[in-house]
């Protein structure tokens, strides 16, 4: 039996450790930018520079990074499969590394706002793509501990800003802040030397009809020869589910209706998870933490970037947790338990800002720490999984854009109104997200299945027709619950993956056979 293929010499899961770490760059990206532009927002150089914007202008130079996001998500929804997930990321890091160069070199808005929004143009192309590419790559018993482990590399990235941002506020002159701007260069060059390394998603290969390619990267991922047993079946699998979708679903507009898998139903959960995620109040922290303890709870500016830099150090130690929880409690009990917990810390955080006495603004401080705590358990690793998990194969990439599309819009939202929300209204800005955590736990519990160790191409059968008819959102989430019943679904899975290859071959050349209710016999 011939050796299994290696990347950089790594095969299985140290492949997959490998690959983690590197889409995990883009997420360090994505943290570091939302924490160094927050230390910034209370610099006297960097405010000079800027003419001293008032709180709206502020906020919208924050800000403007995500609108470039957004846009990014936005071209990749148009792009979609043209592309591989790995040269759509590596192009990415160099739209970051451009972008980073036109701030750090800036002297008045016009260009630090252009290198914001191209930097912010390539972060949305990356944080819609490295999702995609792990959940593809990962085994579903091991996918959500990879994503939570990528995720505390976010939270480093906000360690790394906020400790960089509170070292270089001593120094006198620009290098305050261009220092820091320029410092993301260093992780774009990261994940520019060693991605072209790394395999392809097998799950692309196999979508755009490259068989034995697909084949290599499965087999490298999966540790074993390209002739396992194992792999052939995985590969069946993949194909039974491109099978199944290519009978109804063809192009962009499927995102936004039936395709005979609920497409869009999927594709609007998907969107919801990230509206929830960014109006629970998590980037009113992670993107303006100095400047919510300075003008909300009362601190100097010393003391500020010191409670903002331990609470990103908090945060980190905080997203440990999930590194088991994610993939032993389920993505529903997380959504919720998250929730709950967020919901509450706000409620308090509003009370002891209301009442005003020094003492008690520091006990909103230490509320807002366990609020980063019930964010990790709840909303971060698991959110950013989930869309990637309930989309399927052929809408993934488009659906998985549309929903950071929601990420990237949202958090412009909660980034723009923050401070002057702050300024005009006080404690009661606590209270708006305090309610939307609560708004949050019914609309998981009756909307959200649950997707935990279920194999990407058995989400599909969870969705399909059953005994003639098209099961509702409500008989799906209700089955999700039911281990039995998925354990029937992987099974049908496998069956008709084996018949469809026995029947029409690997390869897949002739027309798919249609075996698409479950109830159907076969």
């Known amino acids: 039996m011939a050796p299994s293929p290696t990347f950089l010499g790594l095969k299985g899961q140290k492949l997959v450790y490998a690959i983690t770490f ?156 261009r220092f820091p701007c320029a410092f993301q260069i260093v992780f774009c060059i990261i994940t520019c030397i060693f991605m072209p390394f790394l395999p392809e998603s097998p799950r692309y290969l196999l979508r755009v009809g490259n068989l034995e390619k697909g084949t290599t990267a499965l087999a490298a991922l999966r540790g074993v020869p390209e002739d396992d047993s194992h792999v052939e079946e995985e590969i069946k699998e993949i194909q039974f589910a491109l099978a199944v979708e290519a009978e109804e679903v063809g192009s962009w507009s499927d995102c936004f209706r039936d395709g005979g898998i609920h497409g869009f139903w999927r594709t609007l959960i998907g969107f919801s998870a990230n509206f929830f995620q960014q109006l629970s109040g998590v980037n009113v922290m992670s993107s303006l933490g100095p400047y919510v303890f300075q003008n909300s709870i ?29 993939n032993n409690v389920g993505r529903r009990k997380l959504f919720m338990i998250g929730s709950a917990g967020m919901g509450i810390c706000m409620l308090l955080s509003a009370i002891f800002v209301g009442i005003g006495s020094k003492g008690l603004g520091y006990a909103a401080a230490v509320v807002l720490y366990l609020f980063q705590s019930f964010f990790t358990l709840g909303w971060q690793s698991n959110m950013w999984i989930y869309p990637s998990e309930l989309l399927p194969l052929k809408l993934r990439l488009r659906g998985g854009a549309i ?120």
């Open 22 to 177: 590197c889409s995990s760059i883009g997420f360090l990206l994505f943290g570091y930018d939302l924490g160094f532009m927050g230390g910034l927002t209370t610099s006297p150089e960097f405010l000079a520079v800027f003419g001293n914007p008032n709180a709206s202008l502020l906020a919208f130079l924050v800000a403007s990074y995500e609108v470039g996001a957004l846009f990014g998500a936005l071209f990749q929804f148009w792009l979609g499969d043209r592309a591989g997930r790995k040269p759509n990321n590596i192009a990415g890091a160099i739209l970051v590394a451009i972008g980073a160069v036109l701030q750090s070199a800036s002297f008045g808005l016009p260009q630090f706002l252009i290198g914001r929004l191209v930097a912010g143009f390539g972060l949305g192309i990356m944080t819609t793509v490295i999702p995609v590419w792990l959940t593809e790559c990962a085994t579903p018993k091991s996918r959500g501990r990879m994503m939570a482990m990528q995720l505390s590399n976010l939270i480093m990235g906000l360690i790394i800003a906020n400790w960089l941002d509170y070292g270089m506020a001593s120094y006198p002159g620009s290098v305050q802040w």
């Open 298 to 326: 009362g601190m100097n500016r010393h003391d500020a970037l010191l409670v903002s830099g331990g609470l990103q150090v908090w945060y980190f130690i905080s997203s440990l947790l999930p590194w088991y929880t994610t």
């Open 403 to 522: 929903a950071v599309v929601s990420q990237w819009l949202w958090t412009f939202v909660v980034v723009e109104i923050t401070p002057p929300m702050i300024t005009n209204i006080g404690y009661k800005s606590y209270i708006v997200f305090a309610v939307i955590n609560f708004v949050t736990i019914p609309c998981v519990y009756f909307f959200y299945p649950e997707t935990l160790k279920m194999p990407l191409e058995a989400v599909d059968l969870l969705f399909a027709d059953r005994d003639g008819s098209r099961p509702s959102i409500f008989k799906v989430v209700k089955d999700s619950k039911d281990w039995a019943f998925k354990a029937d679904v992987e099974k049908t899975l496998q069956e008709r993956a084996m018949l469809r290859a026995e029947n029409e071959g690997i390869d897949g050349s002739k027309e798919p056979t249609k075996y698409v209710e479950i109830g159907a016999k076969v």
